[in-house]
């Protein structure tokens, strides 16, 4: 079956990621918090998180942002699509109630001495009109059409953040 | 000259809390963990695609911390245990009640697969000197955690950045 591919001989530089825009509800703050094992209060207790944490409700964390990322990212390039690495600074946190807009720009194609093609793209998360993270995140395409960058295997993969 | 305690700065660039996971990596958690970032990745779902596009089925790469976080409860264990223990010992030591992650960089090795066994240590990198933010005083901190598989092979590094402080 073919699946949708982005190859690198389609994306420039300046190229604008879909916009995705996601109505966050408690339920999703929970089992984001859930499904990645994160027991800590204030990602489900409202009254920890506002009286300990300061803050004014319960909040995303971090590894569930991560996986949000990701599937932001893999959208974009389809399944043959290979995250290298991703790197985010939260400068606030998502809060139920909020829409969450994942916005991103390519910065950047290059092809490694190993000969695997990446794009560098930079991402913005905004909720509740406030950017609330910004990301940098590396994803190994396909060249051209046979081309499968999750084929490669020890030291064809060369992902270490710059 | 430093001015952390002579027990942290001990800590620095040492391999710590090395410990395999508490259980194999399983597809339950893989399904969960897209469904709460409706990811519909086919590559998760539908094993035919799997099998020809990634060798068999894998956990999504940014699931790599999930499989050490602890129970949260289990027989015998006296205290709850803590993922990411370096940055609770550093709190501790500071005595820094609250704590926020404010970056975090995960780089992908080896795909990760149904019924692997991952091992994993922590490194905490630097510490700060006090710092005021509009949380409140405390510190930063740099803490990686590396990731192997049972074959030895790597699989991920996670890199944090915290911030514990005293909201005064």
């Given at each position: 079956?073919?699946?949708?591919?982005?190859?690198?001989?389609?994306?420039?530089?300046?190229?604008?990621?879909?916009?995705?825009?996601?109505?966050?509800?408690?339920?999703?703050?929970?089992?984001?918090?859930?499904?990645?094992?994160?027991?800590?209060?204030?990602?489900?207790?409202?009254?920890?998180?506002?009286?300990?944490?300061?803050?004014?409700?319960?909040?995303?964390?971090?590894?569930?942002?991560?996986?949000?990322?990701?599937?932001?990212?893999?959208?974009?390039?389809?399944?043959?699509?290979?995250?290298?690495?991703?790197?985010?600074?939260?400068?606030?946190?998502?809060?139920?109630?909020?829409?969450?807009?994942?916005?991103?720009?390519?910065?950047?194609?290059?092809?490694?001495?190993?000969?695997?093609?990446?794009?560098?793209?930079?991402?913005?998360?905004?909720?509740?009109?406030?950017?609330?993270?910004?990301?940098?995140?590396?994803?190994?395409?396909?060249?051209?059409?046979?081309?499968?960058?999750?084929?490669?295997?020890?030291?064809?993969?060369?992902?270490?953040?710059? | 000259?430093?001015?952390?305690?002579?027990?942290?700065?001990?800590?620095?660039?040492?391999?710590?809390?090395?410990?395999?996971?508490?259980?194999?990596?399983?597809?339950?958690?893989?399904?969960?963990?897209?469904?709460?970032?409706?990811?519909?990745?086919?590559?998760?779902?539908?094993?035919?695609?799997?099998?020809?596009?990634?060798?068999?089925v894998i956990a999504p790469p940014a699931m790599i911390s999930v499989w050490f976080r602890p129970h949260h409860w289990a027989p015998n264990r006296e205290k709850q245990a803590l993922p990411l223990q370096v940055h609770f010992d550093l709190k501790e030591v500071f005595d820094l009640p609250e704590a926020v992650m404010s970056d975090n960089t995960v780089t992908f090795g080896e795909p990760v697969r149904p019924g692997d066994r991952l091992k994993t240590w922590?490194?905490?990198?630097?510490?700060?000197?006090?710092?005021?933010?509009?949380?409140?005083?405390?510190?930063?901190?740099?803490?990686?955690?590396?990731?192997?598989?049972?074959?030895?092979?790597?699989?991920?590094?996670?890199?944090?950045?915290?911030?514990?402080?005293?909201?005064?």
């Amino acid at each position: 079956m073919a699946y949708p591919t982005l190859t690198a001989d389609r994306v420039s530089p300046g190229d604008a990621l879909p916009e995705l825009s996601v109505d966050v509800k408690p339920v999703d703050i929970v089992l984001g918090a859930m499904a990645a094992r994160d027991w800590r209060p204030q990602h489900h207790d409202y009254k920890f998180a506002t009286e300990n944490n300061g803050v004014r409700d319960i909040f995303m964390n971090t590894p569930n942002l991560a996986a949000w990322f990701e599937r932001y990212v893999t959208d974009w390039t389809g399944p043959y699509g290979r995250m290298g690495w991703i790197r985010f600074r939260m400068k606030d946190s998502v809060f139920p109630g909020e829409t969450m807009v994942f916005g991103g720009e390519v910065k950047g194609i290059d092809t490694d001495d190993r000969g695997c093609t990446w794009a560098e793209v930079e991402l913005t998360l905004t909720a509740g009109g406030r950017v609330t993270t910004v990301c940098t995140a590396r994803v190994a395409i396909p060249a051209s059409e046979g081309d499968n960058p999750w084929k490669r295997r020890g030291d064809q993969w060369q992902p270490r953040a710059a | 000259m430093s001015d952390l305690p002579a027990e942290v700065q001990a800590w620095i660039g040492e391999k710590r809390y090395e410990t395999e996971g508490e259980f194999d990596v399983e597809r339950g958690y893989i399904f969960t963990t897209c469904s709460s970032v409706q990811n519909g990745n086919p590559i998760f779902w539908d094993d035919k695609a799997a099998e020809e596009i990634t060798g068999g089925v894998i956990a999504p790469p940014a699931m790599i911390s999930v499989w050490f976080r602890p129970h949260h409860w289990a027989p015998n264990r006296e205290k709850q245990a803590l993922p990411l223990q370096v940055h609770f010992d550093l709190k501790e030591v500071f005595d820094l009640p609250e704590a926020v992650m404010s970056d975090n960089t995960v780089t992908f090795g080896e795909p990760v697969r149904p019924g692997d066994r991952l091992k994993t240590w922590q490194v905490l990198r630097n510490v700060s000197t006090p710092k005021t933010t509009k949380l409140g005083n405390g510190r930063f901190w740099d803490i990686d955690v590396e990731y192997q598989n049972q074959k030895g092979e790597w699989v991920g590094t996670e890199s944090y950045t915290g911030f514990g402080y005293r909201r005064d």
